[in-house]
Each structure stands twice: as C-alpha cells, then as structure tokens.
C-alpha cells in the first residue's frame, strides 16, 4: 500500500528531521550482502551453540551467530508491527500527516532490516535450512491499531527497547564486521525512538529523556538478552529459547 505526503503539509524542520530518517536507513540497503559474505571462522566453532531446534524448540544459540539471531528475532517484531499500523484501516485518518510520513518511513526501515538479517544470516549459517530462525507468528492483545496513542505508546515501547536490546547485545560480539553492523542498526533505531518520542510529545526533551539516557553519563540504557526476550515474549507467540545468551 503506497502512502504520499505532499511536502507543504509539514513544516521544514520535521522534512529535515523526516529526511534524516529516510537517509539514515536507506544506508543499509548497501550493506545488505555484507554478513552473507563474511566467513564462519570467527563462530566459537562449538557447533552445540549454533541456532536450532533443541528438544522440539528453536533456541537462539550462542556466539556471533546467536546474537545476530537474537536481533533478528527483534527485528521480526518491530516489521510485523509497522506493516500492521500502515496498513490499519484508519491510518489515513486516525494520525496526522507526520505521524504517517514516520511510520511508514519506520515501517520501510524495519522490512529492511527484517530482509537484512534473514538473508545475512542464510548466507552465513553452515546449515540455514535447520539453524535459520523461521518466520515469527504474532498477537497484540487488546492493541487498536486505529488508535494513535496507543500505536505510538507501543512503538514507543518497542523502539526504546530495541536500542537497549542493541547496547546490551554488542559486547558479545566477537566478529568486528558483525559489530559495525550492528552498530549502524542501532543508531538508526535510536533515531527511531526520538522520531516516536516527539510525536508523542513535540518540541519536548523526551526525545532523550532521562529514562533512557542516563544524566550521571549521558550513555543509553542497556538490557541483556535475558531482560529483553520475555518483553519480547509479550508479543511473540512463536515458542522459542535462548539458553545461550546471558
């Protein structure tokens, strides 16, 4: 479904901010081929930690390869969100012309990275036909995806833990080239989150609020993976483990 947005129904400072935002993930499409192209050497090589079904569940595995699943397990959620708040029957009318043009830029980054990281991760797994994470199912309770303040409080949501998903994620890295990755990934989720949080509240501090940016260090919150799958959870319905991520 194709949205358009005439360029005098916002003001110039939101098509600057907006422009970012298309700009800042636009970028990825030429990194789409990256992981796909770099080696397995740099896994642990204990092959007990790769990703897979174990005892009738997939787990997430360890190691490099199991932190890349673990974001792309995150990055199923957050495209399956916004295809379903661009598609919801009153996106038209139930949120203004920049609450549309984010979204849907947001709805456009997310698919990418979904795509990113699926065909990364296929390039890169020994054996992706058993240890590829499959496609996530879904449900979102009593959310309305017509109404705007709770669309925006749940992307406020998962967008505020998706960068702390990423912070809390880096540290297992081992691979230097996974970890650029990621760390262009998360700085556009960053921006994501501000995006949200000033729609929510313009011209506030919220979009770096004292709840996520820390005033002692000015540095974002943080959360393992332990801390972020049963948030996660809350919105997967697709059983799955991560026994190997702290």
């Known amino acids: 479904m194709e949205k358009t947005l005439k360029i005098n129904e916002v ?10 935002l298309k700009i800042s993930g636009l970028t990825l499409v030429g990194t789409s081929l990256l992981l796909a192209g770099c080696s397995d050497d740099d896994e642990d090589g204990n092959i007990d930690m790769f990703p897979g079904v174990r005892n009738g569940v997939f787990d997430l595995g360890g190691g490099d390869f199991g932190v890349l699943t673990y974001a792309y397990a995150l990055e199923q959620l957050e495209a399956d969100f916004y295809t ?24 456009n980054h997310e698919v990418i990275h ?7 991760l296929t390039g890169a797994l020994p ?13 979102y309770g009593t ?19 998706g960068v702390a998903a990423y912070n809390g994620a880096g540290k297992l890295l081992t691979n230097p080239e996974y970890l ?24 506030s501090k919220d979009f770096a609020g004292d709840d996520i ?15 972020v799958v049963p948030i996660a959870s ?8 991560a026994s190997f991520l702290p």
């Open 213 to 227: 940016v820390s005033a002692t260090n000015g540095l974002d919150t943080v959360k393992k993976p332990s801390e």
């Open 114 to 120: 979904r795509e990113f990281f699926k065909a990364a």
């Open 234 to 241: 809350g919105f997967i319905t697709t059983n799955f483990t």
């Open 84 to 107: 379903k708040v661009v598609n919801a029957s009153a996106f038209n009318t139930a949120f203004t012309p920049q609450d549309r043009a984010v979204l849907t830029d947001l709805y």
């Open 143 to 161: 959310l309305n995806f017509n109404n705007r303040a709770q669309v925006l409080a749940t992307a406020k949501a998962l967008e505020d833990t």
């Open 11 to 20: 003001n110039p400072s939101f098509t600057n901010r907006r422009s970012f």
């Open 127 to 139: 054996n992706p036909t058993t240890q590829l994470l499959p496609g996530l199912a879904f449900d």
């Open 180 to 203: 650029l990755l990621a760390g262009k990934i998360v700085s556009v989720e960053a921006r994501h989150a501000s995006a949200i949080r000033s729609l929510i509240n313009p011209n």
